[in-house]
């Protein structure tokens, strides 16, 4: 069609239709058994220098490093390791159950061309890997083989690697002996042989001592002591705390363990105000996140050693979303010992006395028994002005009445109550007579204390007074040394002509 006169062409413009993408970028899938590889590969590179701080920062990142571990990446890590030892791979590589993919066959042309000509170069020395690096590897297929639960293997690769340290003697191994040392142990109290391995530790911990190995050391005499203590060998436990000393420089995880270990040797040495103190520090050497069981074995053990000082643990303890469930069976022992209701504490210790006996705390519990009587005296005492010695016993569930009144004059020879034991006629039935509760406001003795307050202020005050300073009235210039002896001059000269003067007086 034409346009008509005056009238412009407008043309159509070609404009590219914007497709929807269909399919958007994908991000390349990361390799994560390589970048594993490639990271121990960097650590192993570290531990060829020989330095032992970078053993120190190797074995830091241990925990991260053993969430990588798989058949593929060790035996990756194994196959490209070069040791001095012709048979370290071989021997390591039996442990993993992992056949690598085989490998492109495919036949190359030949090259006919003539090479061209160069001069020979030297060939170069194999660089073999330190024995750190050998037993780091050494060590990681020893924490595969621990996860994959094959204990047998791994007993026989953790001595294979001890008697390979041993040998060497060499101060930078101390931190992977430590470790190795601590996963033996480990398994073999998981097979229930941990009392098998106690002359072993014995004799390492002499030459550890000797070489001065300090965190072998510490390794050494915490296994030592949960060795003795898990069969109830607890004066060699004790002993050997008075024999050796624990590296000042350990690891915060062993001094909890040691901290532990010994409050509970204490605890069982009627030492209570000792034994909450060293579980005091157990708690603050604990790791601040994380070692969950261990919170929860020092928890126990410190409300049972506060019930027998006669300290109620606060209600908020026993909230914590760690303790609440583990601390239950506590929470009902601390009510009973709280009230003194004997019969509820019985229950409890008969209903629970499997639970008491897995956490050892059983023979301190049982000791809890005589501080409920004793609670529940104190609050008989209060409720009768007078009761026969059999009512008592019925009260405290107890059948020998002659026992009941032992008990009943123990508390009263301690001062727990204000009472007397007698009875109305020779030889009649035995009551216990509590003293009239006087009011004590009726008395001086508030007067007296507040004249002591009183007093205190007073002396106090009068001290805070004089010790007040004022600033002076007057700023008074400090004259120097030249100053003082120019007016000491002037003085002098103007004593001389006063006596000048006198003299020409007369």
């Known amino acids: ?84 030892d012709s048979q370290f791979g071989e021997s390591l590589l039996k442990y993993l159950h992992y056949t690598p993919p085989p490998a492109d066959t495919e036949v190359q042309p030949m090259d006919t061309t003539a090479p061209k000509s160069k001069s020979p170069k030297k060939a170069m020395k194999p660089v073999y890997s330190s024995p750190e690096s050998d ?96 069969n109830h060998q607890y004066q060699s436990a004790a002993h050997l705390v008075s024999k050796v000393a624990f590296p000042e420089n350990a690891s915060n995880n062993d001094l909890a363990r040691y901290m532990y270990y010994q409050g509970r040797i204490k605890a069982l040495q009627l030492d209570y105000n000792s034994a909450a103190g060293y579980f005091l520090q157990a708690q603050r050497k604990a790791p601040q996140e994380g070692a969950i069981g261990f919170k929860q074995a020092v928890q126990k053990w410190v409300v049972v050693i506060g019930l027998l000082q006669g300290e109620i643990p606060d209600r908020s303890v026993f909230r ?54 004793k609670t529940a005296i104190k609050q008989i005492s209060l409720a009768y002005s007078r009761i026969y010695i059999k009512d008592i016993a019925k009260k405290l569930y107890m059948t020998n009445e002659t026992e009941t009144e032992y008990i009943v004059a123990k508390a009263i020879a ?29 008395t001086s003795e508030p007067q007296a204390h507040f004249d002591t307050r009183i007093r205190y202020c007073l002396e106090l005050h009068n001290q805070a007074v004089k010790a007040l300073r004022y600033p002076p009235k007057k700023k008074i210039a400090v004259e120097t040394i030249e100053q003082a002896r120019e007016r000491e001059q002037q003085e002098l000269e103007f004593a001389k002509e006063l006596a000048d003067e006198e003299e020409d007086d007369f």
Request: some cysteine; aromatic content about 6%; proline content about 2%.
């Open 1 to 84: 069609m034409t346009p008509k006169a005056g009238e412009t062409v407008v043309e159509k413009m070609e404009v590219d239709e914007v497709k929807p993408e269909t399919q958007e970028k994908k991000e390349p899938v990361k390799d994560l058994n390589a970048i594993a590889v490639e990271s121990i590969k960097e650590q192993l590179a570290a531990l060829d220098r020989g330095e032992e701080h970078l053993v120190t920062r190797v074995l830091q990142v241990l925990p991260k490093t053993r969430k990588q571990l798989n058949d593929i990446v060790l035996h990756k890590l194994v196959s490209a390791h070069l040791s001095s």
């Open 135 to 230: 037993c780091y590897v050494r060590l990681l297929v020893l924490l595969h083989l621990y996860a994959q639960k094959k204990h047998a293997e791994a007993l026989t690769l953790g001595e294979q690697q001890l008697t390979f340290i041993y040998n060497t003697d060499k101060r930078t191994l101390d931190g992977l002996a430590a470790k190795t040392l601590y996963f033996l142990c480990v398994i073999y109290e998981r097979e229930g042989r941990l009392f098998d391995l106690q002359g072993f530790l014995n004799s390492r911990l002499r030459t550890a001592t000797l070489r001065h190995f300090n965190e072998s050391q510490a390794v050494l005499i915490c296994w030592l002591l949960r060795c003795y203590l898990i």
């Open 320 to 373: 914590q979303p760690i303790y609440r469930k583990c601390l239950a069976h506590y929470l009902d022992l601390s009510r009973g010992v709280r009230d003194g209701d004997v019969a509820r504490f019985n229950h409890n210790l008969e209903q629970h006395k499997a639970e008491f006996e897995a956490d050892d705390t059983l023979t301190l519990i049982v000791r809890l028994r005589q501080n409920v009587i």
């Open 414 to 442: 301690d001062g727990a109550i204000d009472a007397v034991i007698t009875s109305d006629v020779r030889d009649g039935p035995r009551y216990m007579q509590s003293s009239e509760t006087a009011d004590i406001y009726r």
